[in-house]
């Protein structure tokens, strides 16, 4: 069952939003896909990042605790142009062949 947390987005900055899977789970050697889209369901993507294991910190997620389930997602002020104001779906989902598992999902609250 994922983990279900929302964060606000302030449109137009750069922006770290913390993740925390629980219960802890050890996410070391994953491949990890975070999307927002405008609905739960929806397969578009307005913001994607990623890592896969072993290239920590360059597609937008950054682990923090492999063992302890900790990572940021980085979203760029370019990340959130043409976006309004309102609420959009997020999840993060480990994506290695044969394992797709959604780790955590929620809401990023767009505001200025």
């Not at 923090?64 to 959009?88: C, E, K």
């Amino acid at each position: 069952m994922p983990v279900i947390n929302d964060f606000p987005l302030f449109l137009g900055n750069d922006q770290i939003v913390p993740v925390t899977i629980a219960p802890p789970t050890p996410i070391g050697g994953y491949d990890l896909l975070f999307r927002v889209t405008r609905n739960y369901g929806s397969t578009s993507g307005f913001i994607t990042k990623s890592a896969a294991s072993g290239y920590n910190g360059v597609s937008g997620i950054t682990i923090i605790s492999s063992g302890g389930g900790q990572l940021q997602v980085r979203i760029n002020a370019v990340d959130s142009s043409g976006l309004g104001q309102g609420a959009y779906f997020y999840a993060l989902t480990r994506i290695n062949s044969g394992f797709v598992t959604e780790l955590a999902e929620g809401f990023m609250l767009a505001q200025p």
